[in-house]
Structures are given as structure tokens and as C-alpha cells.
Nanobody, 125 residues
Framework: QVQLNQTGGGSGQRGGSLILSCTVS????????LGWFRQAPGKEREAVAA???????TYADSVKGRFTISQDNTKSNFYLQMNDLIDDDSATYYC???????????????????WGQGAQVTVSS
């Protein structure tokens, strides 16, 4: 079993920055990949960024160059630094842990991931 507890999020201005944090515990063999997903109202949950135990990172095209995923050396805490926020970044953000999709670097499949409780991010002008 893996447990995740996330903090951060809230309201940010367009062009501003926010950071999300997630603490993960439990079976280390079940949390090879750590990632962030988001879901906007009426839309499907989508992958935002992922990092694995080798510190390899991958990003959705929509956030490349603006968001940075990182983890500490204990691999028990990971973060999503969000810069240059745009309106489309507004969503509920979830941290996740679990297996990695082969050849992509992304965390998945979603059905096998453990999830944080979610945090709302709202971008306003």
C-alpha cells in the first residue's frame, strides 16, 4: 500500500506561480513513478508531469517550459513548481504514485496508481 498527502495549490494570478507538494509513504516497490495529474470540470483527468527514481522527468506539452517536477533525495517528497500560469491551468491537481508506462516515462496506467486527495488550482487575472 502507498499513501499520498498533498498540500499547496489555491489561487494564483495569470502569469504568476504556485507550488504543489506531495508526501508519499508505503511500499517503495509500488511507487517507482511519481506524478502530477489534473482534471478540469467536464474534462478527463490528464497527466501533467512525472518523475521516476532515476530522476527522469516527462511533461505534457501544455506545461513544458512552465512547470517543473522535482523530488527530494529521500524520494518521499515531490513537488510541482508551476510558473507562468494561464487560465487553462485551472483544475483540481492530484499527485500520484505507482508504476511507469514503458517507453514513455509517464506514470500509469491510471487504474494502478495511488492518488492524493486533490487540490484546487484557480488562475485568475
Amino acid at each position: 500500500q502507498v499513501q499520498l498527502n498533498q498540500t499547496g495549490g489555491g489561487s494564483g494570478q495569470r502569469g504568476g506561480s504556485l507550488i504543489l507538494s506531495c508526501t508519499v509513504s508505503g511500499d517503495i516497490y509500488e511507487r517507482y513513478c511519481l506524478g502530477w495529474f489534473r482534471q478540469a470540470p467536464g474534462k478527463e483527468r490528464e497527466a501533467v508531469a512525472a518523475i521516476d527514481r532515476a530522476f527522469y522527468t516527462t511533461y505534457a506539452d501544455s506545461v513544458k517550459g512552465r512547470f517543473t517536477i522535482s523530488q527530494d533525495n529521500t524520494k518521499s517528497n515531490f513537488y510541482l513548481q508551476m510558473n507562468d500560469l494561464i487560465d487553462d491551468d485551472s483544475a483540481t491537481y492530484y499527485c500520484a504514485a505507482g508504476p511507469q508506462v514503458m517507453y514513455t516515462g509517464a506514470c500509469g496506467p491510471m487504474s494502478r496508481l495511488y492518488w492524493g486527495q486533490g487540490a484546487q488550482v484557480t488562475v485568475s487575472s
